[in-house]
């Protein structure tokens, strides 16, 4: 079993900075790819920005040179650096992690305000 546990979320004024974090633990033997999703309320879950092992990282088109991932392989920690925050980015954020099955951290409030 995996546990992501993430901090960092919080209210930000449009044009800010926020760094989110996600700690996986528990029996790790592989993590194939952790990256972070987002939810807005009334539309669906997306794929924000995610990293595989070798550092590859790909992100959803309306964050591409504004937010920033990268993870901490000896910590299984992923960060999520955000900046330019646009009151659109706005959601639920959560950490998810592959190993062998999937795994979801509780999630994280994102607010900017306009």
């Known amino acids: 079993q995996v546990q992501l546990v993430e901090s960092g979320g919080g209210l930000v004024q449009a044009g800010g900075s926020l760094r989110l974090s996600c700690a996986a633990s528990?029996?790790?033997?592989?993590?194939?790819?952790m990256g972070w999703y987002r939810q807005a309320p009334g539309k669906q879950r997306e794929l924000v920005a995610g990293?595989?092992?070798?550092?590859?990282?790909n992100y959803t088109d309306s964050v591409k040179g504004r937010f920033t991932i990268s993870r901490d392989n000896a910590k299984n920690t992923v960060y999520l650096q955000m900046n330019s925050l646009k009151p659109e980015d706005t959601a639920v954020y959560y950490c998810?992690?592959?190993?062998?099955?999937?795994?979801w951290g509780q999630g994280t409030q994102v607010t900017v305000s306009s």
């Open positions: 998810y992690a592959f190993s062998a099955r999937d795994y």
């Open positions: 528990g029996t790790i033997f592989s993590i194939n790819f």
């Open positions: 990293i595989i092992g070798s550092g590859s990282t």
